[in-house]
């Protein structure tokens, strides 16, 4: 096979999956997809559950069937098991999550293709506006299997100090799903979720009573009261003064208490990193939203570089012992004690 013919495999296979992923966002945007999901059947019922028009529908259903996530029999259509997999609550990331980013980049793109020219990055603002709620649910599964049982429950004392009562922050909370989790797993404890722009609304998590989302700078913390643990969760590298956040966390501190950063699990080491599929996604990720994020506020474009900068800003922000601990999630958590 020539490397013409090799070239044009690579990006033809790459050309159908862009297909097929923007016809299941255009079917979670409309409907279509949960009509599918929902037991699907013949055009003229999943137009009617979806509320579509039925030729459209039916062409909608054609892409999805040549691209492998949905089956034929006779005249009623389904999706196949493995895309109900994916789609299901087992699954790690929330995948109406990732349609929603993908579909809200057409309205970023002008943005973000300035700011690679610029440098300048792209505020929060503009993501917020574009990605909507589903987005800050990608990593809820995630977080829902590792948060507690596994993340917070290897920083010893911790969790025992939380179940006494306590107070946690979570900083950087976006809509606050890891909020109500920590919340929930710790009733006695207090929960609080910082960030620059808090969600409202339908783009909120639902929280208990133990919890509450609050309008704050990672690098301006409230000194209303101290914590027990403070976590930043897959959202470090877009803050802009990494060492400054830490000395903010530092002083908000109980003495013994613990900096949980969890960051993607990346090497630095591009030769090494390239070689894992997913990679691709972390590196597309970073440039389009979270680099832009951390360019606009002022940083040095800490992205998926491994887990160095961030030992190194910790130690610089005051903690004196800092551990990396990989975690089977895809996860480093990297945690300092005060």
């Known amino acids: ?16 999956g862009w297909y097929s992923i923007t016809m299941l966002a ?40 040549a691209a492998g996530h949905v089956e034929v029999e006779g005249d009623r259509f389904h999706a196949t098991e493995q895309t109900r997999a994916v789609m299901g609550p087992g699954f790690p990331s929330d995948v109406r999550g990732v349609l929603a980013f993908v579909d809200g980049m057409s309205e970023v793109m002008d943005d973000v293709a300035a700011a690679v020219v610029s440098g300048r990055g792209v505020g929060p603002g503009v993501y917020d506006h574009a990605f909507g709620p589903a987005v800050g649910r990608i990593n809820t599964p995630t977080y829902s299997a590792a948060l507690v049982d596994e993340w917070i429950a290897g920083v010893d004392g911790v969790g ?6 306590g107070a946690i922050a979570d900083i950087a909370c976006g809509n606050g799903d ?12 207090h929960v609080v979720g ?56 530092h002083a908000v501190l109980r003495p013994g208490g613990a900096f949980m950063v969890v960051e993607p699990t990346m090497t ?3 030769a090494v ?11 597309a990720s970073m440039l389009l939203w979270c680099l832009q994020e951390n360019l606009a506020a002022g940083g040095a474009g800490h992205g998926a570089d491994g887990p160095d900068w961030v030992v190194d800003a910790l130690s610089r922000g005051g903690f004196g012992t800092v551990t990396v601990r990989p975690s089977e999630t895809g996860y480093n958590v990297i945690t300092g004690i005060a």
């Open 1 to 16: 096979m020539t490397d013409e013919q090799q070239g044009f495999g690579k990006f033809a296979q790459d050309l159908f």
């Open 26 to 65: 255009l079917g979670a945007r409309t409907g279509l997809l949960e009509a599918l999901l929902s037991g699907g059947g013949t055009v003229d019922e999943i137009s009617q559950q979806a509320g579509t028009d039925l030729r459209n529908t039916l062409e909608w259903l054609r892409a999805l069937t």
């Open 160 to 165: 025992d100090a939380l179940r006494e009562g």
């Open 178 to 189: 890891a909020v109500g989790l920590a919340a929930r797993a710790f009733p006695r404890a």
């Open 194 to 249: 910082f960030d620059v722009v808090v969600a409202q609304g339908e783009q909120q998590a639902e929280l208990p009573g133990n919890a509450e989302l609050r309008v704050a700078d990672a690098e301006q913390l409230p000194r209303d009261r101290t914590y027990d643990l403070v976590m930043c969760l897959d959202a470090f590298h877009h803050l802009g003064d990494p060492v400054k956040v830490a000395f903010e966390v």
């Open 268 to 270: 630095g080491d591009l």
């Open 273 to 283: 990193d390239a070689r894992e599929p997913f990679s691709v996604v972390i590196y």
